[in-house]
């Protein structure tokens, strides 16, 4: 069982950015390849980024160039900085194991880009 909890999301104009935070409480945390998923209004889940137990990196081709995936092991986190933000990554974004999800999800962060 894994528990989540994602944080930073907001509200920003097109071009501005954001860092996203999820701490995660389990054990092995270093482990796991880790996740960041989006779910906009109507459509499904996807996955955005994800980032290797050895620091490997994978991104959705519409956000290669603007968003970094990290992680800090020490702390059971990690981060999504997010720059030049689009209005189509308006989204609820979550975190999680990757390519295959833990069942349970937190309750995600809100992104909306509007001018």
């Known amino acids: 069982q894994v528990h989540l909890v994602e944080s930073g999301g907001g509200l920003v104009q097109p071009g501005e950015s954001l860092t996203l935070s999820c701490a995660a409480s389990r054990l092995l945390f270093s482990s796991l390849d880790m996740g960041w998923y989006r779910q906009a209004p109507g459509k499904q889940r996807e996955l955005v980024a994800r980032?290797?137990?050895?620091?490997?990196?994978y991104y959705l081709d519409s956000v290669k160039g603007r968003f970094t995936i990290s992680r800090d092991n020490a702390k059971s986190t990690v981060y999504l900085q997010m720059n030049s933000l689009k209005p189509e990554d308006t989204a609820v974004y979550y975190c999680?194991?990757?390519?295959?999800?833990?069942?349970?999800w937190g309750q995600g962060t809100q992104v909306t880009v509007s001018s």
């Open positions: 980032i290797s137990s050895g620091g490997s990196t």
């Open positions: 999680n194991a990757a390519p295959q999800a833990f069942p349970s």
